[in-house]
């Protein structure tokens, strides 16, 4: 029988449609409106994707998966979603759990690395609600789970799947490059752990898909005009021509679910930056609803809960 415990999933959020951008967008920018050229902008990247993502039809998925998986473990407990930016807010959520008589959480963003300004996010939209209903909720927050064994297991397979899709012509001359969203510069000066625990994860995938040779670049970073951490992937293409590679096989490992980052920065952008400089990318799949990022999921969990237990 389900008891009082859920999980609460959060994810960035997506909007439904072009005429939701400015408002999505506003919602980013912390209610600051953004200025209408920069709106355009956005739109038309949604519209070259077909107008919007599939990131809240996954997340539902992810949803849906894990309570079944949790059931069919004899762990039997509701699970929710929770957007940071876009509806189902994570506030709004968090209400329709206390109405539902939820009394002890364990909240896990679909995001492997920390950052304070990523993740920690997050956890501050979670506190935030906390306080404003009352405090009913015993929570367990998952800071990251960039090292959960099984999410290691889970990349490399998909390193070499992508491999194996190249002609030996193609591996002759190719790199692997890992690739996570870029954070303004200033986290560095906070000891903040996002671009570490990157590394660590990108390393450990690398080892356990055989590579014996990766590179590390950025993505996605904002439009604000302080530094970002780069090199950015764009850029960093030419660097990879300049010696001598032809193939590049690119690793969001800081994602995992289909979205505007994945399906225009890298599918729309990077795609063709590659092959004006007369290189091939492809890119490895996200792991989106598959049955193997739902037991990933469920580890974590399972791990998150023992902790408290004991």
């Known amino acids: 029988m389900v008891n009082d415990r859920a999980v609460l999933l959060m994810a960035y959020g997506t909007p439904g449609r072009l005429e939701d951008v400015a408002e999505y967008y506003t919602h980013i920018r912390g209610g600051r409106r953004p200025s209408d050229d920069a709106i355009a902008n956005l739109q038309e990247r949604y519209r070259a994707i077909g107008g919007t993502t599939p990131l809240g039809t996954i997340t539902e998925a992810v949803r849906a998966g894990l309570e079944r998986e949790l059931a069919s473990e004899g762990r039997a407990q509701r699970v929710y979603v929770g957007m940071k930016h876009w509806h189902p807010f994570i506030a709004e959520t968090m209400k329709a759990m206390r109405d539902d008589g939820i009394r002890q959480v ?53 390193v070499r799947t992508a491999l194996a899709r190249l002609s030996p012509r193609q591996r002759s001359s190719c790199v692997v490059v890992f690739t996570a969203h870029s954070l303004p510069e200033r986290i560095r000066e906070w000891g903040d752990p996002y671009e570490r625990t990157l590394t660590e994860s990108s390393g450990a995938v690398a080892d356990a898909a055989g590579l014996i040779d990766w590179r590390f670049a950025w993505q996605s970073a904002g439009g604000s005009s302080e530094p970002w951490i780069g090199p950015d992937i764009l850029d960093y293409l030419e660097t990879l021509a300049g010696q001598g590679f032809k193939t590049v096989v690119q690793v969001p490992i800081g994602f995992v679910s289909d979205h505007l980052e994945i399906l225009y920065d890298i599918d729309v952008e990077a795609v063709q930056t590659a092959r004006v400089l007369g290189m091939h990318l492809i890119r490895t799949e996200l792991p989106n609803a598959s049955p193997e990022f739902i037991r990933v999921l469920s580890s974590v969990v399972a791990h998150a809960e023992r902790v408290v237990a004991e």
């Open 106 to 158: 364990t909240a896990v963003a679909l995001a492997p690395h920390y950052s304070r300004l990523s993740v920690g996010a997050y956890r501050h939209a979670v506190e935030e609600a906390q306080r404003e209903l009352g405090n009913p909720f015993d929570i367990t927050f998952i800071d990251r789970w960039h090292d959960e064994p099984s999410f290691i297991v889970m990349m490399a397979d998909r």
